[in-house]
């Protein structure tokens, strides 16, 4: 097995290994990465590269693993690899990996900032942060009232209302706020925000606005039917 192009990968090595061993083959494929997606920046890009190499090298084996199957082995790699291997809006339960398809609005477009001089902590440091700040207690209440949203939700504005990331937090959602969002918020442990908007000349608007902050991307929600 060669994966190149990207020197610190370890989860699509690790992907492809696993993979391997449950279908009982020989570990030779060719991977080359061409990172995109910022690193260590709470969007998920490298469980993202393991699900796409997951499902490539499983389309080539003489007998694939079916769905369930590979989402057990994409389970084992980490709680968000199995949401990447479908498409379409998950609702995530349990310890991430018991996923529910869910209709929500996608007429919307994303503003991304990655800030500058931000760091991504190690996901033990966050969740001992959200331990430290007694962040457990109330999920229960929390999980129903994003069910109640997620019910009422007709509208990508409906949106607005679901709760907020209490995992972690960021100035910079404020200022994408301004810009015009009808919601912004960090995504996942951080640091990278997102903020969410009616119209591609928003977000565009938005992104050169908030530029002084970080890098910044605009971009759209991928329909389940955009994945090959």
Known sequence: MVVEGFADDTIVRAALAAL???AGVEPKWHVH??????LAAGLGGGSTDAAAALRLANGTLAAPLSSHELHGVAARLGADVPFFL?????????????LERIELPLDYRIVIVLPDGAAKEST?????????????????????????ELTAT?????????????????????????TGAFRAD???????????????????????????????????????????
């Open 20 to 22: 391997a061993i449950v």
């Open 33 to 38: 990465i061409e990172k995109r997606i910022p």
């Open 86 to 98: 479908r498409g379409g809006t998950q609702l995530a339960t349990g310890d991430g990996t018991e």
């Open 124 to 148: 033990r440091a966050v969740y001992e942060e959200f331990d430290a700040r007694d962040g457990a207690p109330g999920f229960t209440e929390r999980a129903a009232a994003l069910m109640q």
């Open 154 to 178: 007709q509208r990508a504005r409906d949106l607005a209302r679901l709760p907020l990331n209490d995992l972690a937090s960021s100035p910079v959602a404020s200022q994408v706020v301004l």
């Open 186 to 228: 960090v995504s996942g442990a951080g640091p990278a925000v997102y903020g969410l908007f009616e119209s591609e000349k928003d977000a565009s608007r938005a992104a050169n606005a908030v530029a002084h902050a970080g890098r910044t991307f605009a971009t759209r929600p991928i329909e389940a039917g955009d994945l090959p």
